[in-house]
């Protein structure tokens, strides 16, 4: 396949000008765009996380705490009279829930702190602007645009990643909400079905 040689062949400058430029990109932007880059690489890190148990580990882990109640459920009748104080009911889906929605408000917490620290890198961006004005007043427009950039590119980092990670985070949240509720009718539908007589 020759059209597979000429890609392998040009990908690595591509890549080599991709970081040339993101390095230019967070340079530009001051030591505050270095702390929102790692803010991101965290961010989407546990984001990546959240969408791997969601669609490979929660259809397991589902299926694993209703098969403990079915064993449970034939080992020990239904003892309480309400439904929501049975303790292997109680248990299991508080276990299963804290599962859902582990992490979330981390991840929530981080997508609040980047517009933050983009607004962080507004400040000390134009504090530069000011030192420069006040050392060469208005005759050096080179400068001025040096800290320009370092004011306004921290603020358009931390509000893209914010937005990116504020989709992600309230799909997965909508997911988790919604996999919460079918957990407690599934489970309380097994209950009852269980617990009837034969």
Avoid at 112 to 133: N, Y
Wanted: glycine share 6%.
């Amino acid at each position: 396949m020759p059209w597979l040689d000429d890609v392998l062949f040009y990908l690595p400058e591509a890549f080599q000008g991709y970081q040339l430029t993101l390095d230019q990109f967070l340079s530009a932007g001051g030591w505050v765009m270095q702390i929102i880059a790692l803010l991101c690489l965290l961010l989407f890190s546990l984001l990546v996380e959240r969408y791997w148990y969601r669609y490979r580990v929660y259809r397991q882990d589902r299926q694993a705490v209703v098969e403990a109640l079915k064993q449970q459920l034939q080992v020990q009748p239904r003892l309480e009279p309400r439904l929501d104080k049975h303790p292997v009911l109680k248990s299991l889906l508080c276990d299963l829930q804290l599962s859902l929605n582990q992490r979330l408000s981390l991840i929530r917490s981080l997508i609040s702190l980047c517009p933050l620290l983009g607004l962080l890198g507004t400040v000390s961006g134009m504090i530069q602007v000011f030192d420069v004005l006040a050392i060469s007043g208005t005759g050096n427009p080179r400068l001025m645009a040096a800290g320009i950039a370092s004011a306004t590119l921290p603020t358009l980092a931390g509000m893209a990643v914010s937005v990116m990670g504020l989709l992600l985070y309230s799909s997965l949240k909508n997911w988790s909400d919604r996999q919460s509720e079918q957990l407690n009718s599934t489970i309380r539908h097994q209950f009852d079905v269980m617990d009837t007589p034969l």
